[in-house]
Nanobody, 115 residues
Framework: QVQLLESGGGLVQPGGSLRLSCAVS????????MGWCRQAPGKQRELVATITSGGNTNYVDSVRGRFTISRDNAKNTVYLQMTSLKPEDTAVYYC?????????WGQGTQVTVSS
């Protein structure tokens, strides 16, 4: 069983930055792909960024150049650094992990971008 715990969400003004963290209960170098998704009110969950065990990253077009996903294998933690935040980035952000053909999810952390 893999447990994921997100932290770092909050209220930020447009143009501001936040760093989300996802602490993982297992050693993450075993995990094939880790990612961050988000879900805004009334919208479907959207995959925002992924990072493979080899360190390859991918981003949805709307965040490319503003968000950076990274992983610290020593701390079993994955991060999402978010900069130049926009009101449309407001959502609950979920960490997820793909291991042995199963996907695991965290409980989510709220990010609100508003003046």
């Amino acid at each position: 069983q893999v447990q994921l715990l997100e932290s770092g969400g909050g209220l930020v003004q447009p143009g501001g930055s936040l760093r989300l963290s996802c602490a993982v209960s297992v050693t993450i170098f075993r995990i094939n792909v880790m990612g961050w998704c988000r879900q805004a009110p009334g919208k479907q969950r959207e995959l925002v960024a992924t990072i493979t065990s080899g360190g390859n990253t991918n981003y949805v077009d709307s965040v490319r150049g503003r968000f950076t996903i990274s992983r610290d294998n020593a701390k079993n933690t994955v991060y999402l650094q978010m900069t130049s935040l926009k009101p449309e980035d407001t959502a609950v952000y979920y960490c997820n992990a793909l291991l042995n053909f199963q996907i695991y999810w965290g409980q989510g952390t709220q990010v609100t971008v508003s003046s």
